[in-house]
């Protein structure tokens, strides 16, 4: 699915069952609610933190969640997350085109030895 369908198919769910948009205030909170069941999930699974009996083990469904908000701003806001995004390769590829290269850090990670 290309992005500008991703942010058509969410309108159109939106328009359809949603009834209307939440304002961008309310999906922002929403946004960052789902990143934090996000980060609860990550944290347990390949962190130092165990499950609790019957939560969620799978990080998928809170990605969906995650970038469903989000294309939800990007509808509200106007923004054309394709065009962002292409903007956004750009931007990174000028600034990051050497950094990450030469980033010691990278090349030997902390805890692995040379």
């Known amino acids: 699915m290309e992005i500008k369908e991703l942010q058509q198919r969410v309108d159109a769910w ?22 934090g069941e996000l980060a609860r999930i990550m944290a347990r699974r390949y962190g130092d933190q165990s499950f609790k009996q019957g939560e969620r083990t ?22 054309d997350l394709e065009a962002a995004l292409e903007a956004n390769f750009r931007k990174k590829t000028a600034r990051d085109h050497d950094r990450h290269k030469q980033n010691a850090k990278l090349k ?3 805890g692995q030895d040379s």
């Open 14 to 35: 939106i328009r359809e069952y949603g009834v209307r948009y939440f304002s961008e205030l309310t999906n922002m909170a929403c946004l960052a609610e789902e990143v």
């Open 58 to 79: 799978d990080p998928a469904d809170e990605m969906a969640d995650v970038l469903w908000v989000l294309v939800c701003l990007a509808n509200q806001t106007g923004v």
């Open 108 to 110: 030997n990670p902390a």
